[in-house]
């Protein structure tokens, strides 16, 4: 079954709204999860790196105003969209570590902003 | 620096072998990954392969990796129409670590 779990996993929603995706590890801690992107016939872009009690390391021209990221807990990291506008429309998918085998995917959110 | 490449497009007839190749740059990349993705859907892990294995089976998978030449490929027997999608070549440099994608091979199956 799933180990990490991506939520929701399409949104629409009209421009200038905030949205929120929540990844959680299903049965293990995750200090560190990932955060893509992917833009129609694009491959997955890595956005940011969110670590638990500390902030996020977000990749050269991604905005860290616009996507804020926070990684409360173990299990939980978040990515908030803010006021999100028709070009922010993409594929959004995280991933967790878990031990030494292979990173671990969520389904991924589909993202539409009219 | 890190890249990835791989070819765009590969078209086979159903029935025969496919074979996707891809290229990395990073020579301390640990783990090297082949994701399948169908359309409108997420990521299927389809195998992965440490960078001290020469070669990975699978079913109809096999991988090749050349770490010299810093080359992998991906090698699906009996394709089927079911295997179209697009598949893509990552690296990781440990289980911790980002992983690194390709730009994605589309594979398309001629009935």
């Known amino acids: 079954g799933a180990v990490v779990s991506q939520h929701p996993s399409w949104v629409i929603c009209k421009s200038g709204t905030s949205v929120k995706i929540e990844c959680r590890s299903l049965d293990f801690q995750a200090t560190t999860m990932f955060w893509y992107r992917q833009f129609p016939k694009q491959s997955l872009m890595l956005m940011a790196t969110?670590?638990?009690?500390?902030?996020?390391?977000?990749e050269q021209g991604v905005e860290k105003d616009k996507f804020l990221i926070n990684h409360a807990s173990l299990t939980l990291s978040t990515l908030t969209v803010t006021s999100a506008h028709p070009e922010d429309s993409s594929f959004y998918i995280c991933?967790?570590?878990?031990?030494?085998?292979?990173?671990?995917f969520g389904d991924g959110t589909r993202l539409s902003i009219l | 620096g890190e890249d990835v490449e791989q070819s765009l497009f590969l078209s086979v007839r159903e029935g025969d072998s496919s074979v996707i190749n891809c290229t990395y740059t990073?020579?301390?990349?640990?783990?090297l990954y082949w994701y399948k993705q169908e359309p409108g859907a997420g990521l299927q892990l389809l195998t992965y392969i440490f960078s001290n294995m020469d070669m990975k089976q699978d079913q109809r998978l096999t991988v090749l990796l050349n770490k010299k030449d810093k080359h992998l490929s991906l090698r699906i027997a009996d394709t089927q129409t079911g295997d179209s999608a697009i598949y893509f070549c990552a690296e990781g440099k440990t289980s911790y670590d980002k992983v690194i994608f390709g730009p994605g091979t589309s594979l398309s199956v001629i009935p």
């Open positions: 969110s670590n638990e009690g500390s902030k996020a390391t977000y």
């Open positions: 990073d020579s301390s990349s640990t783990y």
């Open positions: 991933s967790a570590p878990k031990g030494s085998g292979p990173q671990h």
